[in-house]
């Protein structure tokens, strides 16, 4: 979350947000990319495309959510007390963050997609303002569904914050619109889970429509473990990151073969990246030692202290500039420092 929002920051400066046409985000980039949705016409672009707002409007909610810690009371309260812990998640999101707003309150333009995973038909649930949809089951016009419930939905971390359930009517969906699911139970009772699952870079809802494509990946990659417990729950989860780790390793190959073959443009950063193969001789300082300390840093809904923060906001900020100026457009103007100053 908070290296996506360093990215973001970086972009905002450089004038490339109102430039954007689709931002499609999963698990918690969804946390920010529902709040830049949400906020986007408070954010008042000049005519550059800058936003002097992007501080207030954005850092401050994310950063203010990032110094609590919601996902273990989630998780006690949501197996003691019905709806889960997405249910508590979502809740916290709409105290935070949200409040009551939904998918309708994301502008027209750009078109901003929240995905989640269908755990019935398999593939991708899209929240988005025209509408919500599974190509499977249909399609839901103008949905209502609440942000705050969106974004959980696709931050719903399996197992333990999984799955988010939405209840629907037959009838709110668009006749003929699902492939072949169209019928109770997959239409009324969805279940979902982080849209990371399916698709960790979020790359489905861009690749037929747009040629040039940027990427941040917040996945730190699955680390070696010496030890591993013999239950089956421990190996259970062990193996659900591997799939996890491999699913995103396919989906990144297919995006950097793409722009080796000119089929695309765009730049790809990750949180795991080194600075150096970017062979910029005015890159801001990244040491991977540094960067590779911060990629390890558990993906939780834990509270976070201001220092930590801060350089994890600095390091996205920083590999953002490097992967834009190389690979997107070099004469972007380089960065002068870090938005915190602390480095990485």
Not at 205 to 215: I, M, Q, S
Not at 229 to 249: C, F, M, P, T, Y
């Amino acid at each position: 979350m908070l290296f996506h929002l360093g990215a973001l920051w970086r972009i905002n400066e450089l004038g490339l947000l109102p430039q954007l046409a689709r931002i499609s985000s999963v698990s918690a980039g969804s946390i920010v990319a529902g709040l830049l949705g949400l906020k986007w016409q408070a954010l008042r672009f000049d005519a550059a495309g800058v936003s002097a707002a992007f501080d207030a409007e954005v850092v401050a909610p994310v950063r203010a959510l990032a110094s609590r810690t919601i996902d273990l009371p989630a998780i006690v309260l949501g197996m003691l007390l019905p709806g889960g812990a997405s249910a508590r998640i979502a809740a916290a999101y709409r105290r935070y963050l949200f409040g009551r707003a939904t998918v309708q309150a994301l502008p027209d333009f750009p078109r901003f997609v929240i995905n989640a995973t269908d755990l019935q038909s398999g593939v991708l649930w899209r929240f988005m303002k025209p509408y919500s949809r599974d190509y499977r089951v249909g399609e839901i016009p103008h949905s209502t569904v609440e942000l705050a419930r969106a974004v959980a939905a696709s931050s719903a971390f399996p197992p333990f914050l999984s799955p988010a359930r939405f209840t629907f009517r037959e009838a709110d969906y668009t006749k003929g619109s699902g492939e072949d699911l169209q019928y109770a139970p997959y239409t009324t009772h969805v279940l979902l889970t982080d849209g990371g699952v399916y698709d960790n870079l979020g790359l489905e809802t861009t690749w037929k429509r747009f040629r040039t494509v940027l990427v941040s990946d917040a996945a730190g990659g699955v680390q070696p473990r010496e030890k591993l417990k013999g239950n089956w729950i421990s190996q259970s989860i062990r193996v659900e990151e591997l799939i996890h780790a491999q699913v995103g390793s396919l989906r990144k190959r297919q995006l950097i073969g793409s722009y080796r073959t000119s089929e695309r443009q765009g730049a790809y950063w990750g949180i795991g990246s080194d600075i150096s193969n970017y062979a910029l001789a005015d890159a801001l300082p990244c040491p991977l030692d540094q960067t590779t300390e911060l990629a390890k840093i558990p993906t939780r809904l834990k509270q976070l202290d201001a220092a930590v923060q801060e350089r994890l906001i600095d390091w996205g900020y920083g590999i953002c500039d490097a992967a834009l100026r190389k690979h997107f457009n070099p004469a972007l103007p380089k960065a002068s420092r870090f938005p915190f100053q602390r480095g990485v």
